[in-house]
C-alpha cells in the first residue's frame, strides 16, 4: 500500500524530477529546464484540467507507483514517467506531465491553490462543476472545475489515502485528517462516494490554520469593544475554568489561543487537540495533538487517553481544543482536582445549549445525567460565546455563568453584546473579585 504523499513537496519546487524526466533510457542528458520557467506559472496558479498530456502515459504511471507502494516524492514520479516513456521527452512535454502528476499525487489537483488561501476556511465539492469556498462571507463559487466525475472520484480516493484512510465500493465515505502542509495549516477531509452520494462525488475540507491572532488584533477587527476587551483579561487572570462556544467557523479557536496568549508566563499550558489549531503567544506551551487509525485501523491516539497523559505533565492550565466525545468526561475530572483555569471548546449554537450538549458528550464516556450536571456545574464556571453574522463578521456574542437549578446546571446571561449586562452579571463579578484576591494571595 502506498504511503502518504509528502506534503512538502509541492507542485514547481523540483527542478531534479525534470533532469530525470529529460534523461533517456541510457542515462544521457539531454537538456534541463526548471519547474519554475513555464510562462505564466506559479506554485500557486490553478492549472486546467485540460491541459493537454498523454493520458496513456498518466495512466501508466499511475498504475505502477500505486502497485510499486513507494512513496509519493517528486523524484519517484519522475523516475516513473521516464521508464514508462520509452524515450526522452520535450521539455513541454515533460513540464505538462510532471504538473499534471505533481497536481494528482502530491497536492489536492486543481483545489490546491484554493487551499492555500489564508481567508479561505472550507472548499466544498459536489459536482465536477460544483465546486466552493467560504472566506468568512459565506458559500461563493471558486471558478475552478473538474473535467469529470470520474476525476473528483480519484481525488476524493488519493486525498484518503493520504489521510491513512480507505476510500471504495465497500467504504463510499471517509473521515480523516490530511498531513500538515508546509504553511502549517490542517485539512479535514470528509467524502462520500456515488451512488451514496446520488449526484456524484462529494469533497468536503475544513481548513484549520495556527490561532495566531492576540486580543488586541481581534479587537482591531472588532470582535469586542475595549470595555469587553477588560472584562476578558480579568477572566484569565481570576483563573475560572472556562468554555469557549459557537456554531462552525464561529472563531471558537481564534478566541481561546488569543485569551491563552495572556496567561502569566509564570504558568505551563498544556494543550490537548484533536488536530494542531492553538498557537498562543506563551513561552511555556506543549502541545499533544491525537491520532486517528491507520488504514489498517490501528495506531489510533484518543484525545481522552491524551487528557490523562496531561495530567501527568504538572500543567498549570490544561486547554482542549474541542470536546467532541468521550474526552469531556477526562477534562470535567480534571477540572474538579484542583487544576483552575482550564479550558475548552465546545460546537454549541448558544451559551443555553451548553449543558445539554455536554449531557451529550458525556453520554459517549459513559457519564450519566446527573453525574455529568453534577461535574458540569463545579468545574466550569463561564462560558464565552462567539458568532458569526453577515454584518458584524466573527465577535465575541455573549457571557454566561454557570449556576445549579436544582439537580441541574445552566448558563445564567451575564452580557450579551444586543442588551448589554445581564442577570449573571453579579455572580460573573463576585468571581472575578475572588479570584483576584487568591491570585494575589
Known amino acids: 500500500m502506498a504511503s502518504s504523499p509528502d506534503r512538502s513537496s509541492v507542485i514547481g519546487a523540483d527542478d531534479d524530477a525534470v533532469r530525470v524526466l529529460s534523461r533517456p533510457p541510457d542515462g544521457t542528458e539531454v537538456g534541463t529546464m526548471p519547474l ?51 524515450a526522452p521527452l520535450g521539455d513541454g512535454e515533460v513540464l505538462r506531465t510532471i504538473r499534471r502528476l505533481h497536481r494528482e499525487f502530491l497536492g489536492a489537483g486543481p483545489l490546491e491553490s484554493l487551499l492555500r488561501r489564508s481567508d479561505v476556511t472550507d472548499v466544498l465539492v459536489s459536482g465536477p462543476d460544483e465546486v466552493w469556498v467560504d472566506r468568512g462571507a459565506g458559500l461563493e463559487r471558486a471558478g475552478v472545475s473538474f473535467t469529470n466525475e470520474e476525476e473528483v472520484r480519484r481525488l476524493a480516493q488519493r486525498l484518503a489515502l493520504a489521510a491513512g484512510r480507505r476510500l471504495d465500493d465497500a467504504q463510499p465515505w471517509v473521515d480523516g485528517w490530511l498531513p500538515e502542509s508546509t504553511a502549517g495549516t490542517t485539512v479535514r477531509l470528509h467524502a462520500v462516494l456515488a451512488p451514496v452520494a446520488a449526484d456524484g462525488t462529494c469533497v468536503s475540507l475544513r481548513v484549520l490554520r495556527p490561532a495566531v491572532h492576540d486580543l488586541a488584533s481581534l ?40 485569551l491563552l496568549g495572556e496567561v502569566p508566563d509564570t504558568e505551563r499550558i498544556v494543550c490537548v487537540e484533536e488536530a494542531r489549531e492553538l498557537n498562543p503567544v506563551h513561552p511555556h506551551v506543549v502541545r499533544l495533538v491525537a491520532r486517528t487509525p491507520n488504514i489498517e485501523g490501528s495506531g489510533q491516539i484518543r484525545m481522552s487517553e491524551l487528557v490523562r497523559q496531561a495530567l501527568r505533565m504538572r500543567p498549570d492550565r490544561i486547554v482542549v481544543g474541542e470536546a467532541r466525545g468521550a474526552e469531556i468526561r477526562e477534562l470535567l475530572d480534571c477540572l474538579n482536582t484542583g487544576h483552575e483555569g482550564g479550558a475548552g471548546t465546545v460546537h454549541a449554537n448558544s451559551p443555553a445549549e451548553v449543558p445539554a450538549r455536554l449531557e451529550a458528550l458525556g453520554a459517549h464516556g459513559g457519564m450519566g445525567r446527573r453525574a455529568l450536571h453534577s461535574q458540569l456545574a463545579a468545574a466550569i464556571r463561564v462560558v464565552l460565546h462567539m458568532r458569526r453574522t453577515a454584518r458584524r463578521g466573527r465577535h465575541l456574542a455573549g457571557v454566561g455563568v454557570l449556576h445549579r437549578a436544582g439537580s441541574e446546571a445552566r448558563v445564567r446571561p451575564a452580557w450579551e453584546v444586543e442588551s448589554g449586562w445581564g442577570p449573571g452579571r453579579r455572580q460573573l463579578l463576585d468571581m472575578l473579585a475572588a479570584g483576584a484576591e487568591r491570585t494575589e494571595c
Open 36 to 86: 519554475s520557467t513555464e510562462r505564466g506559472s506559479t506554485a500557486d496558479s490553478h492549472t486546467p484540467c485540460s491541459e493537454r498530456v498523454d493520458e496513456n502515459l498518466v495512466n501508466r504511471v499511475r498504475a505502477r507507483l500505486v502497485s510499486e507502494g513507494s512513496d509519493l516524492t517528486a523524484h519517484a514520479i519522475a523516475v516513473a514517467v521516464r521508464e514508462e516513456s520509452g
Open 219 to 258: 479587537w482591531r477587527l472588532s470582535a469586542f469593544d475595549s470595555d469587553t476587551w477588560s472584562l476578558l483579561r480579568s477572566i484569565v487572570a481570576a483563573r475560572p475554568a472556562f468554555l469557549v462556544t459557537g456554531s462552525t467557523g464561529s472563531g471558537k479557536t481564534t478566541l481561546l489561543g488569543a
